[in-house]
């Protein structure tokens, strides 16, 4: 079965702490993977794909096959990635067409000053 | 200005009553798609289109109905058949290719009372 498990509903830090959100995927071949983030107010928007191997608003995601994680982290936390975090998972469609998205149930991120 | 429109924001049904849900993309995506999002469940697909006049089931379809007649619209019909249709509804749309980003609509909250 295709599942993204974010097991942490909410992760409070204080400003300038490094953050870890977790995500752990199941699927048996070979997933894209992405972080969409949802600031209040605001749309759910990319924060970024593994494939890019990108480093979006100081965050950087690591793909690990072998414990199937694509956990996000930040060394030093702002108070303005205050949001709600969703790890998603895109697998290969086999008739060559587009790839719909499977999310976790997300993660709050809270950072205090 | 580009992207994608839900309306209306805000909608108010009666029990046992159909109700529709727009959704407008001017960004020339060929895919579309409808996510329902609960507390603490994250989002889960409802319904995806990959090309007009073609739709598939996502993990909860039932009680639910689409159309794609234009490229750029995908309306959403929730239907008296839904046992529990009080939710936030979001459209999102995507290009072809793998890895590419979606876009979201701002939602549509729907409440039934």
């Known amino acids: 079965a295709q599942r993204v498990t974010q097991p942490e509903k909410l992760l409070s830090v204080f400003k300038g702490a490094p953050v870890e959100l977790k995500c752990n995927y199941s699927?048996?071949?070979?997933?894209?993977l992405f972080w969409y983030v949802q600031y209040s107010r605001q749309r759910l928007q990319l924060l970024l794909r593994h494939i890019s191997r990108e480093s979006i608003k100081g965050f950087t995601a690591d793909l690990n096959k072998g414990e199937t994680s694509f956990h996000l982290k930040k060394p030093f936390a702002q108070e303005e990635d205050s949001a709600m975090y969703y790890c998603a998972l895109s697998p290969p469609s086999v008739s060559g067409g587009y790839n719909k998205l499977i999310f976790g149930a997300g993660t709050r991120l809270a950072v205090h000053p | 200005d580009g992207g994608i429109t839900q309306s209306p924001k805000y909608l108010f049904r009666k029990e046992g009553q159909n109700v529709t849900l727009s959704c407008e993309q001017n960004?020339?995506?060929?895919?579309m798609y409808w996510y329902r999002q609960d507390p603490g469940q994250g989002l889960r697909l409802i319904y995806y289109s990959q090309i007009v006049n073609d739709f598939q089931k996502g993990d909860i379809a039932e009680g639910y109905s689409v159309s794609r007649e234009k490229k750029e619209s995908f309306p959403l019909t929730v239907t008296s058949a839904q046992k529990n249709p009080t939710a936030f509804y979001l459209c999102?749309?995507?290009?072809?290719?793998?890895?590419?980003?979606?876009?979201f609509g701002q939602g549509t909250r729907l409440t039934v009372v």
């Open positions: 999102a749309s995507s290009s072809r290719g793998l890895n590419t980003e979606a876009f």
């Open positions: 699927y048996s071949g070979s997933p894209e």
């Open positions: 960004l020339n995506h060929d895919a």
